[in-house]
Structures are given as structure tokens and as C-alpha cells.
């Protein structure tokens, strides 16, 4: 009986999960931390958006795709891509970039899709409205930061 007991034991405990390196690690964790001069969710034509954002990525950062588009019918797309550099292949960043914004973009609203790609394929999208206004000059201050 002691026997029967140990045999039972044994295969409950080695049919426990092996499977434990094919677990995927927790997704891409993004926190968007300044959209516009002092997180204004600003941005002018013919100027550059100021974005921040911490992420976090367990799976190391394979890409980080930026999508601005016009909303409201409107057809106007703004894309950059990060595929190499310092934020690529990294479990932590503090992303800082300036997006340029095309002198013709229309005024009004847009929305940010901010999407981080790990090396598993997992993603994760943060997400900000924006407005393009017009530049007048109050702002001068916004231009004149420095870059890292």
C-alpha cells in the first residue's frame, strides 16, 4: 500500500508544469510621462511634439512604433519608428524624443498610439489626444530646451 502511495505521489508531483520557460514574461508596461511642453498635449505645425515616456519591458524592447493621426475624417498620419538604437534591446528606457510635425498639418485634434514591441511579439499601446494650435509666439520658452 505504501508502495501504491509513493508511485501516486511521485507522478502528481512530476506532472507539475515543465513548462516554465515557455512562459511569456508580463507584457510591455508604458507610462506616458510628457506629451508637449510640460505635458501640454500640445503641438504646432512646422515644430516638433516633445514625448516622454517610461517603459518597461521584461521581454526586451524589439520596437517602439509612434502613430499620430488626425481625427475627426481627417487623413493626416504622422509615423516614426525606433527599431535600432539605444531604446532597442533593453528591459528599461526613459524614452525622449521630438517628433517633427509637418508645417501643412492641419489645426485641431489628433490622437497618439504610442506601442511597444517586445522580442516575444507582445505589445502594449498607451494612448493620448493631442491638439495641433497655432504657434503664437507666447510659447517661446517651448522651443528653447535642450536635447539629450
Known sequence: MLALLCVVSLGFISCGSDDDDDELPAKPVITLTEIGHENSKHAHPGH???????VVAEGLIKSINIEIHQENGGTVKIEKAYTDGKYIGVRNTEFHEHIDIPENAPLGEYHLHFVVTDNRGQQTVAESDIELVVDDGDDEDEHEHHHE
Open 48 to 54: 516638433d511634439l516633445h514625448l516622454e515616456a517610461d
